[in-house]
């Protein structure tokens, strides 16, 4: 019975799209990739008999959101976030690690589910690169340009760039985010990864401040700053909005980088199975407090000293959770991604409290 080599298989993709299916043993992971559906003696062959397949769909070589070509592994449906780990496994148990690292996305409206190619023996499809892609050159400002992600003229470093990359990416992990919307943001996303990777970090600049723009939704009209006691609680129910947001983008963050962690590790599962305690902070740190502000200025008269003791409370409850919580006090000092997300809760809710003291 013929071999299953997972290298020659990936050397085999080249600028095509394949079958790939990840199958999971007690111990052992297997990626099997194919141009056409696998058949049972492929199976047998990739030593899958005993396996249970984890998902199906499509491999091929696409450029990230930082313009780099990395493999591709497309799914029906919304990744589940342990798949690219099991698939990162498999790629080191057979000594893949060349191809690493691997991204997982859903498939797009119109993309096949999978494909059936004839390849003939010969044709290795063997994916060559002349040199590894640019990656964003280091602290090079931008040109003066009325586009920098601050919506406002000036210049932006790579770095700053990269960071506000990486924000934008976690934040398009939103469930809630429209699929076709999803699709036409990541796009943007890459366009902007390859102005950066030749170093047009100017155009790349303008692509992602429509991404931000986009995903903070709809601007207000335009109208002049309210600095009454009413309006500035207003202007922090939209502070506690955004560092909320922030929030949830921090906590994927983490998560991705616990998980990539322990990707090869025998307790990886166990771990993997922990990650919805660190997204139920969530259910505390949530929009009660921001719904309450809103009402600054439309509160009644009459209803107003039942409304400031009730947001007073509901302040006091987030800042006894944020510094109380064992999860939420360790996790600006976790060692797996560096954030400060929870001191920037504090600040805004200690803030907060003065604010409404004084009204």
Same mark, same amino acid.
């Given at each position: 019975?013929?071999?299953?080599?997972?290298?020659?298989?990936?050397?085999?993709?080249?600028?095509?799209?394949? /079958?790939?299916?990840?199958?999971?043993?007690?111990?052992?992971?297997?990626?099997?990739?194919?141009?056409?559906?696998?058949?049972?003696?492929?199976?047998?062959?990739?030593?899958?008999?005993?396996?249970?397949?984890?998902?199906?769909?499509?491999?091929?070589?696409?450029?990230?959101?930082?313009?780099?070509?990395?493999?591709?592994?497309?799914?029906? @449906?919304?990744?589940?976030?342990?798949?690219?780990?099991?698939?990162?496994?498999?790629?080191?148990?057979?000594?893949?690690?060349?191809?690493?690292?691997?991204?997982?996305?859903?498939?797009?409206?119109?993309?096949?589910?999978?494909?059936? &190619?004839?390849?003939?023996?010969?044709?290795?499809?063997?994916?060559?690169?002349?040199?590894?892609?640019?990656?964003?050159?280091?602290?090079?400002?931008?040109?003066?340009?009325?586009?920098?992600?601050? @919506?406002?003229? @000036?210049?932006?470093? $790579?770095?700053?760039?990269?960071?506000?990359?990486?924000?934008?990416?976690?934040?398009?992990?939103?469930?809630?985010?429209?699929?076709?919307?999803?699709?036409?943001?990541?796009?943007?996303?890459?366009?902007?990864?390859?102005?950066?990777?030749?170093?047009?970090?100017?155009?790349?600049?303008?692509?992602?401040?429509?991404?931000?723009?986009?995903?903070?939704?709809?601007?207000?009209?335009?109208?002049?700053?309210?600095?009454?006691?009413?309006?500035?609680?207003?202007?922090?129910?939209?502070?506690?909005?955004?560092?909320?947001?922030?929030?949830?983008?921090?906590? /994927?963050?983490?998560?991705? $980088?616990?998980?990539?962690?322990? $990707?090869?590790?025998?307790?990886?599962?166990?771990?993997?199975?922990?990650?919805?305690?660190?997204?139920? &902070?969530?259910?505390?740190?949530?929009?009660?407090?921001?719904?309450?502000?809103?009402?600054?200025?439309?509160?009644?008269?009459?209803?107003?000293?039942?409304?400031?003791?009730? &947001?007073?409370?509901?302040?006091?409850?987030?800042?006894?959770?944020?510094? @109380?919580?064992?999860?939420?006090?360790?996790?600006?000092?976790?060692?797996?991604?560096?954030?400060?997300?929870?001191?920037?809760?504090?600040?805004?809710?200690?803030?907060?409290?003065?604010?409404?003291?004084?009204?």
């Amino acid at each position: 019975m013929a071999s299953y080599d997972l290298k020659k298989a990936v050397e085999k993709i080249g600028d095509k799209r394949l /079958n790939f299916a990840l199958y999971k043993g007690e111990k052992e992971r297997q990626v099997v990739i194919s141009p056409k559906p696998p058949t049972k003696t492929l199976l047998e062959a990739a030593g899958c008999a005993d396996m249970t397949r984890v998902t199906k769909g499509l491999c091929f070589w696409e450029k990230n959101a930082e313009g780099k070509e990395i493999l591709f592994f497309a799914v029906k @449906g919304e990744p589940q976030s342990t798949w690219k780990d099991l698939i990162t496994k498999a790629f080191r148990s057979h000594k893949c690690e060349t191809f690493l690292p691997v991204e997982m996305r859903s498939l797009l409206a119109g993309e096949p589910e999978e494909v059936s &190619l004839d390849v003939g023996p010969e044709d290795t499809g063997a994916h060559t690169q002349t040199a590894s892609p640019a990656e964003v050159p280091p602290e090079r400002p931008v040109q003066e340009s009325p586009t920098a992600p601050d @919506g406002s003229s @000036g210049t932006i470093s $790579a770095a700053e760039f990269k960071d506000r990359l990486r924000t934008v990416i976690a934040e398009l992990k939103d469930p809630d985010l429209d699929a076709t919307e999803h699709a036409r943001l990541t796009a943007l996303i890459r366009q902007a990864g390859d102005f950066a990777k030749s170093s047009d970090l100017a155009s790349a600049a303008a692509l992602l401040v429509s991404v931000e723009k986009s995903l903070a939704g709809p601007e207000a009209p335009a109208e002049a700053v309210d600095d009454s006691p009413a309006g500035r609680l207003a202007r922090f129910g939209k502070a506690w909005s955004a560092a909320r947001k922030k929030f949830a983008g921090e906590l /994927n963050r983490i998560e991705d $980088a616990i998980l990539e962690t322990y $990707a090869s590790a025998e307790k990886y599962n166990d771990i993997a199975r922990q990650m919805p305690r660190l997204h139920a &902070l969530q259910k505390t740190v949530n929009k009660h407090l921001e719904t309450q502000l809103a009402l600054a200025k439309s509160i009644p008269a009459p209803e107003v000293d039942a409304w400031r003791k009730s &947001l007073r409370e509901a302040i006091a409850a987030q800042l006894d959770f944020i510094q @109380g919580d064992p999860l939420m006090c360790a996790l600006d000092d976790n060692p797996f991604h560096k954030t400060g997300i929870r001191a920037q809760l504090l600040i805004v809710l200690q803030k907060l409290q003065v604010e409404v003291a004084k009204a």
